[in-house]
């Protein structure tokens, strides 16, 4: 008894872990295509970026997830964008696991001149534009479509068929569930008690009869599924227009970045790198020459001493 008891603990436990992971899933993996600009032109030279993204941890307690207050760095990238508009994998670095992150900050090197721009999406990543991969259904056999206006037009003729109150739209009476009415279901003897016979596929319960689905309503139903799969024609397959990581999974998220980067004055830089080099050596020579007034007076002193005990003057 106690075994089974275990046993059976284990399985709630098993089950309750499985609805916790639907309930909280990680983020979708994510592809950023970024665009530097500088001067209001496109920068299609090579751009180094280091990028660090800080935030918040969610907490789990009683109430579910919360905020913490505490900022810390959440995720760090470091890569080369060798054209205008490079597309990176940019999966947990926007989006961690239970990870809040508030703002950005970019550390960027074009042509050995380095530069920096805080909080460079905005706030809470405001300035990233996402949306989903341009697909609209996956279909059994593991590829992706979208829908067009042809395949649009064939699924409504098919509602209105089988919806008639719906105009194209699956509301209204089912013109199925007209083999399902009392006159026409088959009465049995099966129990009706809870998970039951009854409750098996094919059959169903009325005033606590059991009562068998006639074939009518299975051939019914058949057919609307079959005239919508007809309707798969129209559909456009876009599998190898979608983005890929390297690992060859489809990206769940595509985002663009907009980036100004600031203007990068090297002559400046370069003044400032010669004004430092006078500088230290004015600073060295009039050390140099202090010393040398030291030395010189130590020696006129020496001298001043040895002529005077010959009796001489300086």
Not at 148 to 165: D, G, H, L, M
Not at 173 to 182: G, R
Not at 197 to 211: F, Q, V
Request: with cysteine; net charge negative.
């Amino acid at each position: 008894m106690k075994i089974a008891i275990k046993i059976l603990f284990v399985i709630v436990l098993c089950f309750s872990f499985t609805g916790l992971v639907k309930a909280d899933s990680a983020p979708p993996t994510e592809q950023t295509t970024f665009y530097f600009q500088q001067n209001g032109q496109p920068l299609t030279q090579p751009v180094k970026i280091n990028i660090k993204c800080y935030g918040t941890s969610m907490l789990v307690n009683e109430e579910g997830l919360s905020d913490s207050k505490d900022l810390l760095k959440i995720s760090e990238m470091s890569e080369t964008c060798s054209s205008y508009g490079c597309k990176l994998s940019t999966s947990n670095i926007f989006e961690v696991y239970r990870k809040n992150i508030k703002y950005c900050d970019l550390e960027g090197e074009i042509n050995g001149q380095k530069f920096t721009i805080n909080n460079f999406l905005g706030n809470n990543l405001s300035g990233l534009s996402c949306h989903g991969a341009d697909f609209d259904i996956l279909k059994n056999d593991h590829k992706y479509y979208k829908y067009t206006p042809q395949y649009n037009e064939c699924i409504k003729n098919v509602y209105r068929e089988y919806y008639p109150q719906g105009n194209g739209s699956v509301k209204g009476n089912f013109l199925c569930a007209q083999y399902e009415t009392e006159d026409k279901l088959i009465p049995t003897n099966k129990s009706t008690e809870f998970n039951g016979p009854c409750y098996h596929y094919g059959y169903t319960i009325k005033n606590n009869i059991c009562y068998q689905i006639p074939q009518e309503f299975f051939d019914c139903v058949a057919g609307e599924d079959k005239k919508i799969e007809a309707c798969d024609q129209y559909l456009e397959d876009v599998t190898a227009k979608l983005e890929k990581d390297k690992n060859g999974y489809f990206f769940e998220k595509i985002c663009d970045a907009n980036i100004i980067i600031p203007e990068i004055n090297s002559d400046t830089q370069l003044t400032q790198n010669k004004n430092i080099e006078p500088t230290t050596i004015n600073q060295q020579s009039t050390e140099q020459l202090k010393s040398k007034g030291i030395l010189t007076q130590i020696i006129d002193f020496f001298r001043c001493t040895f002529l005077k005990m010959f009796g001489k003057s300086c």
